[in-house]
């Protein structure tokens, strides 16, 4: 059985029944909350050390509620005590790009669709790596996407236009970041100037592989680390990309607390944008399942480390996405429907745990998350 089939993709609620078909598609559907294992609202003393910002491109509510549904009613988002809105609109327009909204996380201005790390008059802002950098801190990118493509490089790129694909490579070579996975190497080894950025990275410091994230042998954390794994973007859950972005986020979340300065980690789960613009509940729901599983490992990293503050958002929401019930109105039939192939305009919700999450909490421009997270590192540091 396959309840995930085009073009309608519908879950029949029958109330206290699970029913299993293939393991990655079970439904178990309840009526009742009680699953929930979100913890009471402690208000943190600790100071922040690490932050890891996980961005799911593309995420709205109706997103959330789906990776429950159809995740055995359960998911890592019930784990948060704090959660907010955040307004995504851009300078230049009410719906906003990945580019301009990554741009407010990363440097905390708004600016123009399609800017990276520049104000709308195209001047170059500071990005909080290089903020951060100065003070010791560490700092890594992981997407599914390319890692050129507009939400990592908003970390460290300053680039007018997000399409300039070979010219972000090249600022990625001298950026301050210290740990990268993600696909598009063609950016950096096909390129229309003949460089061979590879090379240029390890001469920088970096140990560099196109082939895979280690397996059996440890890394040495001493290097700084890239990981290039697909000429552009990765392939799609569906395809079989497996555990690439849980895997890659332990692994830099290993290799970067062994700063004790602290580090700033930031995950994208960049294909849950993609099922959107497809209207592709499968793939949609597929990348959101793997998403939650990441923000699962930031969480127990977090649990037991003490001064690390997670913090789950995203940039905007893509295809107008709801959970409607079916064409007769059955309530207990869900029928997920997109009004767009575009983004919407919608607030996003914002989830954080650890030290200080609670000022993540209300209503706020999607700039705020710069704002809060620039003041927690510089707070720990005293500067
Ligand atoms: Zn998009």
Redesign the pocket.
């Known amino acids: 059985m396959n309840f995930l089939h085009k073009p309608f993709l519908i879950i029949v609620l029958f109330i206290g029944i699970s029913f299993s078909c293939n393991p990655q598609k079970d439904i178990t559907v309840s009526t009742t909350t009680t699953t929930s294992t979100s913890t009471p609202k402690v208000i943190s003393t600790k100071k922040v050390k690490n932050i890891i910002l996980l961005i799911g ?2 995420m709205g509510l109706s997103q959330v509620s789906a990776s429950q549904f159809y995740n055995k009613n359960k998911s890592n988002f019930e784990r948060f005590p704090v959660i907010g809105l955040s307004k995504t609109s851009s300078a230049s327009d009410l719906i906003t ?2 580019a301009a909204g990554a741009t407010a996380f990363a440097s905390g201005i708004k600016t123009y669709n399609g800017a990276l790390g520049v104000n709308t008059d195209t001047t170059a802002v500071k990005t909080i790596v290089e903020e951060i950098s100065k003070i010791g801190i560490s700092t890594g990118i992981i997407s599914t996407s390319s890692i050129v493509h507009a939400t990592p490089a908003a970390f460290y790129t300053h680039t007018k236009k997000r399409s300039m694909y070979e010219d972000i490579a090249l600022q990625l070579v001298s950026s301050d970041i210290d740990f990268f996975a993600g696909g598009g190497v063609k950016f950096f080894n096909d390129r229309k100037d003949k460089r061979d950025l590879i090379s240029e990275l390890e001469k920088n410091g970096f140990s560099v592989s196109t082939e895979s994230l280690p397996t059996n042998t440890k890394p040495i954390f001493s290097n700084k680390q890239g990981y290039l794994l697909a000429p552009n973007g990765m392939p799609k859950m569906l395809e079989g990309r497996g555990d690439f972005l849980s895997e890659a986020t332990k692994l830099a979340i290993e290799s970067l607390s062994s700063n004790e300065q602290g580090f700033f980690l930031m995950v994208e789960g960049s294909q849950i ?2 099922g ?2 497809d209207k592709d509940a499968d793939y949609l729901i597929s990348e959101l399942i793997d998403f939650d599983k990441t923000i699962g490992v930031a969480l127990d990293f977090a649990k037991l480390d003490g001064e690390t503050l997670v913090i789950v958002t995203a940039d905007h929401e ?1 295809g107008g996405f709801t959970l409607a019930s079916d064409e007769r109105g059955d309530y207990n039939k869900i029928k997920p429907v997109f009004s767009t192939d ?2 919407s305009a919608t607030m996003v919700p914002v989830f954080a745990d650890g030290p200080s999450s609670e000022e993540f909490g209300g209503v706020y421009e999607n700039t705020s998350i710069y704002d809060k997270m620039k003041a927690l590192f510089f707070e720990n540091n005293n500067q």
């Open positions: 491109d593309g790009d990945s944008d993609w959107g613009h893509t575009g983004h």
